[in-house]
């Protein structure tokens, strides 16, 4: 079992900068990649970036590459999301997940932290 624990949202405006935290406790042996899913209000929830532990190898969609960058810290089991130039669309509920890559990207991880909300405003 694997929990996971977010940490590091909250509001800013257009253009501003956030940086949101995952603390990974447990089997964390067992995880593959660790990543950031988001959801906003009256949409599905999407994939957003995620890192291999091991290799260190990083994927982002489409919407958020140039603006965020993911990175971990093997020793502190954490995981950083360096959220730059942030827009209202990218406003929603960060989650952040862990498991194999290909569930990560279609939204199926096998752990979910709680969430913790982002706000854009314009």
């Known amino acids: 079992q694997v929990q996971l624990l977010e940490s590091g949202g909250g509001l800013v405006q257009a253009g501003g900068s956030l940086r949101l935290s995952c603390a990974a406790s447990?089997?964390?042996?067992?995880?593959?990649?660790v990543g950031w899913l988001r959801q906003a209000p009256g949409k599905e929830r999407e994939f957003v970036a995620a890192v291999s532990m091991n290799s260190g190898f990083t994927t982002y969609a489409d919407s958020v590459k140039g603006r965020f960058t993911i990175s971990r810290d093997n020793a502190k089991r954490t995981v950083y999301l360096q959220m730059n130039s942030l827009k209202p669309e990218d406003t929603a509920v960060y989650y952040c997940?862990?498991?194999?890559?290909?569930?990560?990207?279609?939204?199926?991880?096998?752990?979910w932290g709680q969430g913790t909300q982002v706000t854009v405003s314009s």
């Open positions: 447990g089997r964390t042996v067992s995880i593959s990649h």
């Open positions: 997940a862990a498991g194999g890559l290909a569930g990560l990207r279609v939204g199926a991880p096998g752990s």
